[in-house]
């Protein structure tokens, strides 16, 4: 997982211009309303060779009473926690408030490196930061994000503490499995199942695991880490904070597993938001293996498994490289078996296939089905490499990237599928131009 930078700061002191500027996207809303950006907004981006996600907060008051303050408190509070960096801005037009002592004080508790950057400095005179020295967060960065001027040293300064980060060690030996799902589909059950204990709180009450919970244990030498995640609901569905903020943390471990177990209940089918949630883990590039339990309150015959499987392909036409098992948490049942199915979608999210093969393979699909053409110019395949693993990634050099049409790409890559197994696991094809010599 990419390391995270996290921007906090009063409302109105630019952060979301910040983001848009670095990011090089218009994502985060930039007006002059305190309050507009109200949740956090992730995106990935790079500086000087360092990838990492950046995250947007909400203007934080930390004293205010106001209900929507306190809602975008908390959300600074969940990007601080997970952040590996923080950058703090600050206004240059207004004098340091009380809100950024109080700030720069919750940040210094949370014993993460956080850059200090001065926003708005469009004439910059070195009197006009002398001040701010008095956060006690060290030298302060004058930026200005609408000149898009001082922001690069600022980077700089969060790359050099992303190396720190960077050089930690990952065991790389651990598989994190997340576990998600909809309220009330068993995922605890499952948890429980799988570690031999009971972990986790089971009720048949939606919602009553809240939290993302970390359990490391070891099957047959193999590490594991299991995360349980709160029931992801439809966002109209959830109206308590505390449920809110258990659904974030929920696609936060998402983003940090190596494979997600989608828990669906078998007697309510796969729902629409059961297909959102597998939306987003088919974004996030993460190995999945649809776990339908309760499978033993299904009344079966010969043709049942057949039925479900059916029905999965249609509703899942966009992942058809799932993986799916049917258990029952309550009873055991191929329970035994879903950790193997994990590790055999890790293993092909995994796996490279070298540049030589790669090419014999796509010159055999071209000689199969010829390239598409557009207005007279027909595309032409130069080369292929595979640049990256988990998910893996295909880059296609081309004449022409304009030609490619989406049927052609998706005959592709179940060209590659039928030659390799990537089940259980997104791929990407990229295409790229190459001038023609």
């Known amino acids: ?49 360092h990838a990492f996600t950046l995250i947007d907060t909400g203007g934080i008051e930390l004293k205010s009473e106001d209900e929507m303050w306190r809602h975008i408190k908390k959300q600074a509070e969940i990007a ?5 960096v923080i950058i703090l801005l600050c206004d240059v037009k207004t004098e340091l408030t009380a809100s950024d002592y109080d700030v720069a004080d919750m940040l210094r508790r949370s014993h993460k490196p956080v850059i200090l950057g001065v926003n708005k400095l469009d004439n910059y005179k070195p009197d006009q930061l002398f001040e701010y020295y008095n956060l006690g967060l060290g030298e ?33 030996e651990v598989i994190r499995v ?5 309220p009330n589909a068993g995922k605890s059950s499952l948890v429980n ?18 939290d993302a919970i970390d359990t490391p244990f070891t099957v047959n030498g193999q590490k594991f880490v299991l995360i349980d995640t709160a029931g992801i609901r439809k966002k109209k569905a959830v109206d308590e904070d505390i449920e809110y903020y258990s659904v974030i943390r929920a696609f936060g471990a998402i983003r940090r597993a190596d494979v997600c177990l989608m828990v669906v209940d078998s007697n309510e089918g796969l729902s629409e938001q059961d297909v959102k949630i597998c939306g987003y883990i088919h974004e996030q590039g993460k190995p999945s293996v649809i776990v339908m339990n309760k499978w033993d309150l299904i009344e079966k015959d010969t043709h049942t498994v057949n039925e479900f499987n059916k029905k999965l392909d249609c509703d899942l036409a966009f992942m058809d490289y799932y993986k799916a098992i049917y258990v029952s948490a309550k009873s055991g049942q191929r329970v035994d078996k879903i950790l193997s199915v994990a590790l055999d979608c890790v293993a092909n999210s995994r796996r490279r296939i070298t540049t030589g093969t790669l090419n014999e393979l796509i010159g055999d699909a071209i ?25 893996p990634r295909f880059v296609i050099f081309v004449n022409d990237s304009e030609i490619i049409h989406f049927s052609y790409k998706r005959y592709l890559e179940n060209y590659i599928r039928r030659a390799f197994d990537f089940s259980g696991t997104p791929i990407k094809i990229i295409f790229r131009n190459r001038e023609e010599e």
Not at 367 to 386: D, H, M, V
């Open 140 to 172: 302060p960065f004058g930026i200005s994000c609408e000149q898009a001027t001082g922001i690069g040293d600022l980077l700089d300064e969060v790359c050099a503490n992303l190396e720190k980060v960077e050089e930690q060690e990952v065991d790389e």
């Open 367 to 391: 000689r199969t089905t010829e390239p598409p053409s557009k207005n007279g110019r027909r595309l032409k395949i130069y080369y292929a490499t595979q640049d990256s693993v988990t998910p």
């Open 178 to 182: 997340a576990v998600v799902g909809k």
């Open 1 to 49: 997982m990419k390391p995270i930078v996290a921007i906090v700061g009063r409302p109105n002191v630019g952060k979301s211009t910040f983001f848009n500027k670095v990011t090089g996207k218009k994502i985060s809303i930039v007006e002059n309303t305190p309050g507009v950006t109200r949740d956090r907004i992730y995106a990935d981006a790079e500086w000087c060779g």
């Open 80 to 84: 601080i926690d997970s952040a590996d």
């Open 193 to 210: 199942k799988l570690l031999g204990y009971d972990r986790t709180i089971v009720s048949n009450i939606a919602g009553t695991t809240r």
